[in-house]
């Protein structure tokens, strides 16, 4: 492999694609107006302990009523593109019917980002499932993928000219799993099998919203996001964590990619939850659909991680949360305030896939910084998956949530999250080197958001908004970022 970009100065391909990340309900707010519904998050949300503090979305950055301020904010940062999500409790409400005024808001934001040269990256599912729909069975049930095509297709009849790029799902591994078999996201349901039908559902709706939206947007990119770990076995020589390793890298990252890119689910998988009923879900015919041809795989990487067949024995809580990052005792299960480490594998495979600490440094949502593990990722992805079938890849989310620091003067010098984004970008462009074909790379966030279970709280901004006044600073890892994206490089370091 080439030598890593360690910290002299790192150019780009003429052409790479510089942006940032948000997601509707993490941002826009009016979680009332011009006819939307709750969607899954807004139930989840009145939960008592479901969500730190107790926040919800229903204000969140009130992108909804800045989105002008907000895309010259894009601007001024640079930005090529702007990746957000479109809510589907907002367009179509009670999941069946369109809400005109709901469709409008996303016509009147693609035409401000087209105004200011910013190209539009669009995800139909970021989360937010109407709940009329999880009130008919949500995602595991088969319905719920024919009600997302429907969707698609609204949104490629009213789009589908404007918007050069499209991905149906982003993460859908959170979805199923964070959301129908560890709880801790909305629909807060805890069931193995419901997990494993949710994923399969939510892969048929991939399927069926790219087959529509090759017929509306016949000129547009199409392709889905995923969410990825890179797992290491803690001691490789041990037989048993390296099975671990197999089964956290195959529910996590196989279980989405090989149906997608290759048409089957993978074997081993299939095997290991024989007894949950994945296999009885799947109808002859799915996986030709699942599989239908993308041109872009968005790739979400936050951190990989070190995995054991057995607990941790000299953890206290023997729960493999890294030391100094435990919350307090039984407080995980609908209280969000501890780290979200634990939950990167609730995997419904049989036995425990044990996280261990490498003693690497963690952000503040307790996770590993392991820029390399990028690199190993993308190229990997490329030699398996996507080369083969000419797929291109973009990182479509990458970043870190920090405790910034405010001054007097409002700024916030946020110098570990510049450091963090520069050793991803070094490790972007190692895997580059090595042969990936990736042409773009989204900082996840725009602004600080709403972060889920996690609420306000986890701050993942390259601008800060305070949540009083929704003034928008840009931090110092912005400013950085605005002149990466000016340059098409990143500078040297020091
Ligand atoms: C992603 N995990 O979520 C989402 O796409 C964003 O909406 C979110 O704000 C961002 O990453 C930061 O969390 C994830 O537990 C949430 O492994 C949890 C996990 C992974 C991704």
Redesign the pocket.
Known sequence: RATPNSSGRVEFPAGFLWGAAT?AY?VEGAGAEDGRLDSIWDVFCRIPGAVHHGDDGMVACDHYHRYREDVELMKSLHLDTYRFSTSWARVVPDGRTVNPRGLDFYSRLVDELLEADIMPWLTLY?WDLPQALEEQGGWPARDTAYRFADYAAVMGDALGDRVPVWTTL??PW?SAF?GYTAGVHAPGKKSPELGLAAAHHLMLGHGLAVETLRERAPQASLGITL?FTVSDPVDPDNPADVDAARRDDGMFNRIFLDPVLRGAYPQDILVDVAHLGLAELIEPGDLEIISTPIDVLGV?Y?NGGAVAATPDPESATASGVPDGTAGPDGAREHDATGP?WE??SPNPVPDGVHPRSRGLPITD?GWEVQPEGLTRLLVRIQEDYTGPRGTALFVT?NGAAYPDVVEQDGTVDDQDRLAFLDAHLRALKDAIDAGADVRGYFA??LMDNF??ALGYAKR?GLTRVDYETQERTVKSSGRWYADVARDNAVPARG
């Open positions: 997601a993490q970021h982003n993460e959170c964070l969410n979400n936050y979200v939950t990167r949502m989310e996840w966030s972060e889920w993942f």
